[in-house]
């Protein structure tokens, strides 16, 4: 890479800092809200303790689309699942259009390189992004689970959220059922948030 490119770069990983203060429904278990980079990470996390699991899938692959899959969100923030209904902005189209914002300071090739990734995450195109889907759906809800939530917590939309993501693979399925079983608890009340 010329300097260019570098500079490029440079004010690209600046700009994608914000997505550190993009806040998502999501509780930790000490009540604060968690940033969209932290559920990034805890999911690349989640993906490298499966992939001795995830034979013959591209590892690295999955790794990229962790890191990038909500990476547009740096510029207008998170829209819970609870509030994408019908007849809402598409979520999908200003995030695209977000990160091709974001991705403007970077030499043309890993502008495009990541485009690529995140058009690919989005529409499961791949068994690496099936497999990425299913694991941004389980990561969410073990936040959930795990969070300091509000007394008005929805825990009930998570038993349906997100499973024609979660039912694509049998290793996500049986994460799904004991990921449920927890949902269940807190539903009821019976579960406190693990510290």
């Given at each position: 890479?010329?300097?260019?490119?570098?500079?490029?770069?440079?004010?690209?990983?600046?700009?994608?800092e914000?997505?550190?203060?993009?806040?998502?429904?999501?509780?930790?278990?000490?009540?604060?809200?968690?940033?969209?980079?932290?559920?990034?990470?805890?999911l690349?996390?989640?993906?490298?303790?499966?992939?001795?699991?995830?034979?013959?899938?591209d590892?690295?692959?999955i790794?990229?689309?962790?890191?990038?899959?909500?990476l547009?969100?740096?510029?207008?923030?998170?829209?819970?699942?609870?509030?994408?209904?019908p007849?809402?902005?598409?979520?999908?189209?200003?995030?695209?259009?977000?990160?091709?914002?974001?991705?403007?300071?970077?030499?043309?090739r890993?502008?495009?390189?990541?485009l690529?990734?995140?058009?690919?995450?989005?529409?499961?195109?791949?068994?690496?992004?099936?497999?990425?889907k299913?694991?941004?759906?389980?990561?969410?809800?073990?936040?959930?689970?795990?969070?300091m939530?509000?007394?008005?917590?929805?825990?009930?939309?998570?038993?349906?959220?997100?499973?024609?993501?979660?039912?694509?693979?049998?290793?996500?399925?049986?994460?799904?059922?004991?990921v449920?079983?927890?949902?269940?608890?807190?539903?009821?009340?019976?579960?406190?948030?693990?510290?």
């Open positions: 890479m010329d300097k260019s490119e570098l500079t490029g770069c440079i004010a690209f990983l600046q700009e994608a914000r997505l550190k203060n993009v806040l998502r429904s999501a509780h930790t278990s000490e009540g604060r809200r968690e940033s969209t980079a932290e559920h990034s990470w805890r690349a996390l989640f993906a490298m303790l499966l992939e001795d699991e995830l034979p013959g899938l590892f690295a692959r790794l990229k689309m962790c890191v990038i899959h909500d547009g969100e740096a510029i207008h923030g998170d829209i819970p699942a609870i509030h994408q209904t007849g809402a902005p598409d979520k999908s189209a200003r995030e695209r259009e977000d990160l091709q914002t974001l991705a403007a300071p970077l030499p043309e890993l502008r495009a390189q990541l690529s990734l995140w058009d690919e995450y989005d529409n499961a195109a791949s068994p690496e992004a099936r497999i990425v299913g694991l941004d759906k389980l990561e969410t809800m073990i936040q959930h689970n795990q969070g939530n509000p007394a008005d917590f929805d825990y009930a939309f998570n038993l349906g959220y997100g499973t024609m993501h979660t039912a694509r693979h049998p290793l996500l399925a049986a994460l799904r059922e004991m449920d079983e927890v949902t269940r608890e807190r539903a009821l009340g019976g579960l406190r948030a693990p510290r």
